[in-house]
């Protein structure tokens, strides 16, 4: 079965890090690109990050840039978000999804994870 | 950056009526990489349609996409009971790839 696992959510307090990691499994890793999309509480899809299969390209929302790193490890089937800096705003569901096959970025997001929760509070 | 604007906000609808929902980007999408996502409660979204016209892997043919450009349309021929849900419109043309707001489609 084709699947991703997320997990490393919890709760932070503001300034605080979280690292969150996701697992694939049932497909080949590597030979696809990844994304973050997280889901504030009762709020829409929001887009936080995506990184190519070989590493060398790599996107993030405004709303996150400088503070949240995405990173893969390809021998280990996984994808990370190193989160810093954390805000009250960053408060969410945070879902792995599977992007596109071969090189880039761009691709439909075709199969996702069940998410993590990050709760941000004082 | 582009801005996809999805109407209407809210959609009510009775099984077997046919459902058209609307995505406007603020800009021409690149390739016309636009993808639907449907998502329910409890639920990750699930991907629909990619390349604005492409149904997705297991996907009914009752859904359906259309447009190019800046304006798309999902359409669902004849609602089914379990199509009430959330959809969200996508473009992965340019980053960032952004989501439209949503259109809740509701039953009557």
């Known amino acids: 079965e084709v699947q991703l696992v997320e997990s490393g959510g919890g709760l932070v307090k503001p300034g605080g890090s979280l690292r969150l990691s996701c697992v694939g499994s049932?497909?080949?890793?590597?030979?696809?690109?990844v994304n973050w999309v997280r889901q504030a509480p009762g709020k829409g899809l929001e887009w936080v990050s995506s990184i190519c299969r070989h590493t060398t390209n790599m996107h993030y929302a405004d709303s996150v840039r400088g503070r949240f790193t995405i990173s893969r490890d390809n021998a280990k089937n996984s994808l990370y978000l190193q989160m810093n800096s954390l805000r009250v705003e960053d408060t969410a569901l945070y879902y792995c999804a599977r992007g596109v096959a071969g090189d880039g970025t761009r691709g439909a997001f075709d199969i996702w994870g069940r998410g993590t929760v990050v709760t941000v509070s004082s | 950056d582009i801005v996809l604007t999805q109407s209407p906000g809210t959609l009510s609808l009775s099984p077997g009526e046919r459902a058209t929902l609307s995505c406007r980007a603020s800009?021409?999408?690149?390739?016309?990489?636009l993808a639907w996502y449907q998502q329910k409660p409890g639920q990750a979204p699930r991907l629909l349609i990619y390349?604005?016209?492409s149904r997705a892997t297991g996907i009914p043919d009752r859904f359906s996409g259309s447009g190019s450009g800046t304006d798309f349309t999902l359409t669902i021929s004849r609602l089914e009971p379990e199509d009430f849900a959330v959809f969200y419109c996508?473009?992965?043309?340019?980053?960032?790839?952004?989501f439209g707001q949503g259109t809740k489609l509701e039953s009557k």
């Open positions: 800009q021409s999408v690149t390739n016309n990489y």
């Open positions: 390349g604005a016209s």
């Open positions: 996508q473009q992965y043309g340019s980053s960032p790839y952004i």
């Open positions: 049932g497909f080949s890793f590597s030979d696809y690109g």
